[in-house]
């Protein structure tokens, strides 16, 4: 197991410094001179100089990007050109906004969807798994945003329950916190509740068909216990598709954040890009793949504890 | 759209059994001024503050952000005139080369320093080394201290926009301790109305401010609250109008129907023109835009009137004129100069020895788009035949400029002077090579208003515009209009060259 974590570590060390050589290279390449959008459409060529001059683009290609990787590799990934801040003092504010929703989606996924994909896998054909299933294509045939807009103008404008816009730190107000992240939360979740249930719910029933789960009952084992083992061999199917969600969720934040103004990576990653802020794009590049190796991570490790052969792969 | 209450989320929402969570206020009698009208003012603003370092900020939505923290050396009025603010008043000596200011007595930062001369001094030094806020001091050569109460700006050449740039957000003054710590980004520290809130702020969502007790122009701000919202998309401001969570938006003119039954006040002005930007008047780099006649064929060929409906939603003027209507120098006779009249058009190319049209090369940006129909529709008619080069918004600004035309939307001035400096003789991203000097018309009346003072320097101004129109220096089609909603009991005055005016604007009533 150490062996197969470690090498996991490295295939993501190895990811994550190519993307961002990747991505240095090609966002210079794409803005060749980002001073024109960093100062506004009053600047003069004179103050488009001096800005320049102040963040280092008047330097060679590959000093920059040597500077960059060196203080990258200490964790610095310096100043935004935008505000002068220090990019990762703004990350570190804008993480925990994307994270609370990315997460608190997936949980609203992975309890209904499980739930759902057991309950149908376990009575396949019944009215409830016609009905989710009906429901299901519904549900996935919605665009997310038009979910969102529904759910605000429902729940936050008419019935108040929850803020239309705006995230709120867990540290200021839990109740706070979790009234921010609700609605966009659900808005990202519904997709995936449907793909997590129908991918357990074929799972549970391709399992259930098998010879172990008659020995099980056969022997006098409670439904209850019989279904625990069935779930476990049902689940890596879906923890994939937990573990695939997440990661697309941290990209797919940025049509929720937009609609709900959460100030977190989404939008930073969108302001960003049309300032031009390269050193902001290089930070957010780089923290979002740490979070995909991560999750892979955890996911091949999940895998590997259900099922001991996904280690010698 | 309004209807679909999803079981799911009914669920969730029942589960977590929450309460209410309008913040709105109800309207309650003020102090001051004698209207009446909400304790809070809530803010919904369409850019998040680009920095509270006023060297780094922009002055288009940084506004209301920069302006509760810090008092102004001057501010502007309405139509874009300097008045007074920390400045109490200010002299221009007789040779245009240095300016006098008298510095009030009773501010102080809210660190507790004085605000001196000393202090505006350091800000002034500091705004003009800024990157952004150096745009005003472009022809400063020294900040002097006269007197504890007295500064001298002292100037290289005569500049008659220096003024009107400090009011417009460049005259910020900052408390001299944090400019020395480097600390201004995150602890803004100025002697304003109102005072930064750190512990209950969350940057990039919402900004609180305390307000600042025993303030020196209190009447000017009567909001006892105030909160700052950066909410990017329209909708979504919309939506936190409706919930009650702000109170002031920066409005999206399709919502103008449901602001109107809500019974929100409503106000608008003109802020931008769209249109084509001709770089070359000479035919330097295009043979036929050199030809007066040809220049005001691309004018006659375009229906104003109508691009501003099927693009901008009727929210605006149509006009040919780069100063903004409603103020002294736009003359709306001027609008009909090129009304819509495609075989005049033609006429006027065929004149010019163009029967057949010419070829030309425009560049074409995503933020472009939405105009590139009715200008392809157009040119083609004309027998302007274009080939578009796609590129990023950041490499248009950058590329524009080497081409002899092309499709824009730039912001204007209040100040008739600044409009001159920037539209025409000033070097801009969109004005790469002022070439006025070149043409026989224009350059006298340039020269006459650069020389003028008062009321003969705006006689000036009018004439040079009613020269532009005549000399098709660009294709205006239309000034589009800056929309904000305002809950019952607010009033806001737009400010044309502010996208989002600063609080002095913003009143009970």
Redesign the interface.
């Known amino acids: 197991m150490l062996l197969f974590t470690a090498k996991r570590v490295l295939s993501g060390l190895v990811l994550l410094i190519a993307v961002s050589i990747g991505t240095f290279f090609l966002a210079h390449l794409?803005?060749?001179?980002?001073t024109?959008?960093l100062?506004?459409?009053?600047?003069?060529?004179?103050?488009q100089a001096?800005?320049a001059e102040?963040i280092g683009l008047d330097r060679p290609l590959l000093v920059q990007f040597w500077d960059w990787l060196s203080q990258a590799a200490q964790l610095d990934f310096g100043v935004s050109w935008?505000?002068?801040?220090p990019v990762s003092e703004?990350l570190a504010?804008?993480v925990p906004?994307t994270l609370s929703v990315v997460t608190f989606a997936t949980l609203?996924t992975a309890v209904?969807g499980v739930a759902f994909g057991m309950i149908t896998g376990l009575r396949p054909g019944t009215w409830f798994d016609r009905g989710i299933k009906g429901i299901s294509v519904v549900l996935f045939a919605l665009p997310g945003f038009?979910?969102s807009?529904?759910?605000?103008?429902?729940?936050?404008?008419?019935l108040?329950?929850?803020?239309?816009?705006?995230?709120?730190?867990p540290t200021?107000s839990v109740?706070g916190w979790?009234?921010s992240i609700?609605?966009p939360a659900?808005s990202l979740a519904?997709g995936g509740?449907v793909a997590v249930a129908e991918q357990l719910r074929n799972a549970v029933i391709a399992q259930s068909r098998q010879d172990w789960v008659r020995t099980l009952r056969s022997r006098g084992l409670s439904s209850a216990r019989v279904n625990l083992h069935i779930l476990r061999n049902a689940s890596p199917a879906a923890l994939t598709v937990i573990a695939l969600m997440f990661v697309g969720l941290l990209s797919g934040a940025i049509v929720v954040e937009?609609?709900?103004?959460?100030?977190g990576l989404g939008?930073?990653t969108?302001?960003s890009s049309?300032n031009?802020d390269i050193p902001m794009l290089l930070g957010i590049t780089v923290i979002s793949i740490v979070f995909v190796v991560l999750i892979n991570l955890l996911l091949d490790l999940v895998l590997g504890w259900i099922n001991p052969k996904v280690r010698v792969a | 759209m309004k209807r679909m209450p999803l079981a799911l989320a009914a669920a969730v929402a029942a589960t977590l059994a929450l309460t209410s969570c309008s913040g709105g206020t109800s309207p309650s009698p003020s102090d001051g001024s004698g209207a009446e009208g909400p304790d809070a003012l809530n803010i919904g603003n369409f850019l998040d503050v680009t920095s509270w370092d006023p060297s780094l900020a922009d002055i288009g939505f940084d506004g209301p952000y920069l302006s509760a923290v810090y008092d102004a050396l001057i501010a502007l009025d309405a139509d874009g005139a300097p008045i007074p603010s920390l400045a109490t008043e200010w002299t221009v000596a007789d040779d245009d080369l240095s300016i006098d200011l008298d510095i009030r007595t009773d501010a102080v930062f809210s660190d507790g320093t004085p605000v001196d001369a000393d202090a505006v001094v350091k800000s002034l030094e500091y705004l003009k080394a800024g990157p952004r806020s150096g745009e005003a001091y472009l022809n400063v050569a020294s900040f002097e201290k006269v007197d504890d109460d007295t500064i001298s700006i002292r100037l290289t050449q005569r500049d008659d926009t220096i003024l009107y740039l400090m009011g417009l957000g460049r005259s910020y003054v900052m408390s001299p301790a944090s400019i020395e710590a480097g600390t201004l980004g995150k602890e803004p520290i100025g002697s304003g109305p109102y005072v930064l809130d750190s512990t209950t702020s969350i940057a990039g969502a919402e900004y609180h401010f305390t307000k600042t007790a025993d303030y020196w122009d209190a009447e000017t701000y009567p909001f006892s609250e105030l909160s700052i919202f950066p909410i990017t998309d329209a909708t979504a401001r919309h939506n936190a109008m409706l919930s009650g969570q702000i109170n002031v938006q920066y409005g999206d003119v399709a919502n103008l129907e449901q602001a109107e039954q809500q019974g929100w006040n409503v106000a608008q002005r003109v802020s931008g023109w769209a249109g084509l930007v001709i770089t070359d008047h000479t035919g330097a780099k295009s043979e036929p835009l050199g030809k007066l006649e040809v220049r005001q064929a691309l004018n006659y060929a375009f229906d104003g009137a109508a691009v501003l409906a099927a693009v901008g939603s009727g929210a605006g003027v149509s006009t040919n004129q780069v100063f903004p209507d409603g103020g002294d120098i736009n003359d709306p006779a001027l609008n009909e100069t090129y009304a819509y009249n495609m075989d005049k058009a033609k006429e006027l190319l065929a004149d010019a020895g163009y029967p057949d049209g010419f070829a030309i090369s425009m560049p074409m940006s995503p933020i472009f788009e939405m105009w590139k129909p009715s200008a392809e529709q157009a040119l083609k008619e004309l027998g302007v035949t274009v080939t578009w080069d796609n590129m990023q918004m950041p490499d248009y600004q950058l590329n524009a400029p080497n081409y002899p035309m092309f499709i824009s939307f730039l912001a204007m001035d209040g100040n008739d002077v600044a409009t001159v400096a920037r539209q025409v003789t000033s070097v801009q991203w969109f004005n790469p090579e002022p070439d006025y000097a070149k043409n026989d018309v224009i350059a006298p009346l340039v020269e006459k208003v650069q020389t003028e003072r008062g009321d003969a320097q705006t006689a000036a101004i009018e004439e040079l515009n009613k020269a532009l129109v005549d000399q098709a220096w660009w294709s205006v089609w239309y000034q589009a209009n800056n929309t904000y909603y305002m809950a019952t009991g607010i009033q806001l005055q737009p400010v044309v060259g502010m996208m989002f005016p600063t609080l002095r604007y913003i009143s009970q009533g």
Do not use: E
């Open positions: 794409a803005i060749s001179d980002p024109a959008s100062l506004g459409t009053t600047a003069s060529p004179a103050q001096a800005l102040k935008r505000n002068f801040q703004q504010v804008k906004v609203i209904i038009w979910v807009l529904v759910l605000v103008m429902w729940l936050a404008v008419q108040k329950w929850f803020p239309a816009v705006g995230y709120v730190p200021q109740d979790l009234r609700t609605l659900i519904l509740i937009q609609i709900f103004s959460l100030p939008q930073l969108n302001q049309q031009g």
